[in-house]
């Protein structure tokens, strides 16, 4: 690959983040394979934030909600997936709060009726351990796992 200037970087940065939202640490990662100089991807960095190419916020919130809707994340997985990025914590636990508690639920609802369908158990207790284990896997918190475990058998009653 050829050497690319500072300025050329830079466009090809912007075209990227313009196609899509990424993260600084992602967009940190595609300049040091680019072999660029330090300084220089930090002026290029600077450049992109300053522009609004890459905002950390909007990248949070989008990241929580494609990771929610589409994946069937729980919060402590994108949580961590959000860390793994370098998204200051401070900014994933505000997003994470804003997320609607009602739809939250609904999505582990969800989850777990999906997955009840394919379990194989010998009893109820091994059933709901299998779903626990699978929610858990999925991100979700045991208390909110559990509640849902109890109303399912309250409305089978």
């Known amino acids: 690959m050829k050497e690319l200037s500072e300025e050329q970087a830079l466009n090809k940065a912007a075209a990227i983040c313009s196609a899509s ?6 967009i940190r990662q595609k300049l040091m394979k680019w072999n660029l100089s330090e300084a220089a991807q930090t002026h290029i960095l600077q450049r992109l934030i300053n522009d609004k190419f890459i905002d950390e916020n909007r990248y949070c919130k989008f990241f929580i909600n494609d ?4 994946n069937k994340w729980g919060k402590q997985k994108i949580y961590q997936a959000l860390l793994i990025k370098r998204i200051p914590k401070n900014i994933i636990k505000e997003k994470l709060d804003a997320v609607d508690s009602t739809d939250y639920e609904q999505i582990l609802a969800e989850v777990l009726k999906h997955k009840r369908n394919s379990i194989n158990a010998k009893s109820d207790y091994e059933r709901d351990m299998k779903l626990m284990r699978f929610a858990i896997g999925k991100g979700f918190e045991p208390d909110i796992i559990r509640k849902h475990l109890t109303n399912d058998i309250e409305e089978m009653d």
């Open 21 to 26: 939202e990424h993260c600084e640490d992602e």
């Open 67 to 70: 990771k929610l809707h589409f």
